[in-house]
T-cell receptor, first 117, second 116 residues
Framework: GAGVSQSPRYKVTKRGQDVALRCDPI?????LYWYRQALGQGPEFLTY????????KSGLPNDRFSAERPEGSISTLTIQRTEQRDSAMYRC???????????????FGDGTRLSIL | AQKVTQAQTEISVVEKEDVTLDCVYE???????LFWYKQPPSGELVFLIR??????QNEISGRYSWNFQKSTSSFNFTITASQVVDSAVYFC?????????????FGKGITLSVRP
């Protein structure tokens, strides 16, 4: 597709379970970002990749959160032993790349709404 | 640390009124980028504009215009002759130039309601 694709759109799970959220960026986009958006707030940065390399993971709240992008395309954000406070909209974004194309606009997917019961 | 403040939380106007959404930012970097995004009721985040810190020219795109003033660290967004379809949450965001891509820091957003 033309845009950033995220799956699933909705995820409801019980506290303590692990979840994996998937992001398929725009074709050809080098950089991929994960954000978390609480209701009534702006997105908050979690981590980002250039190609397969994780460049910044300073926004991951704790070691239950991890992300990977093994082939430089699709990325997975994993939350282990979920807690109710993890409930939020998780958004993925991608942008064109580096060098002359650095800090290009980030284009966002529709997000995964995660609810922890 | 970088910070974006959108002091207005909710604005309500009648169709055809002009409305300005304020954005104030803080950064220690001399090179940075500013963005506006729109989040309509359907929930997606739509990119509107990107400006770099060296380009203080105001920009106009149809009914939208942006006023960037480094002296006051502001990047305000004006919608002229507002329409019901402009109803959305609008986010201002900042990224610092680290020689490569970097994260966006968002404000809390401004909810704009345009009444017919």
């Amino acid at each position: 597709g033309a845009g950033v694709s995220q799956s699933p759109r909705y995820k409801v799970t019980k506290r303590g379970q692990d979840v994996a959220l998937r992001c398929d960026p725009i074709s050809g986009h080098v950089s991929l970002y994960w954000y978390r958006q609480a209701l009534g707030q702006g997105p908050e940065f979690l981590t980002y990749f250039n190609y397969e390399a994780q460049q910044d993971k300073s926004g991951l709240p704790n070691d239950r959160f991890s992300a990977e992008r093994p082939e430089g395309s699709i990325s997975t954000l994993t939350i282990q032993r979920t807690e109710q406070r993890d409930s939020a909209m998780y958004r993925c974004a991608s942008s064109l790349g580096q060098g002359d194309y650095s800090n290009q606009p980030q284009h966002f997917g529709d997000g995964t709404r995660l609810s922890i019961l | 640390a970088q910070k974006v403040t959108q002091a207005q939380t909710e604005i309500s106007v009648v169709e055809k009124e002009d409305v300005t959404l304020d954005c104030v930012y803080e950064t220690r970097d001399t090179t940075y980028y500013l963005f506006w995004y729109k989040q309509p009721p359907s929930g997606e985040l739509v990119f509107l504009i990107r400006r770099n810190s060296f380009d203080e020219q105001n920009e106009i795109s149809g009914r939208y215009s942006w006023n960037f003033q480094k002296s006051t660290s502001s990047f305000n967004f004006t919608i002229t002759a507002s329409q019901v379809v402009d109803s959305a949450v609008y986010f201002c965001a900042l990224s610092e130039d680290k020689g490569a891509n970097s994260k966006l820091t968002f404000g809390k957003g401004i909810t704009l309601s345009v009444r017919p």
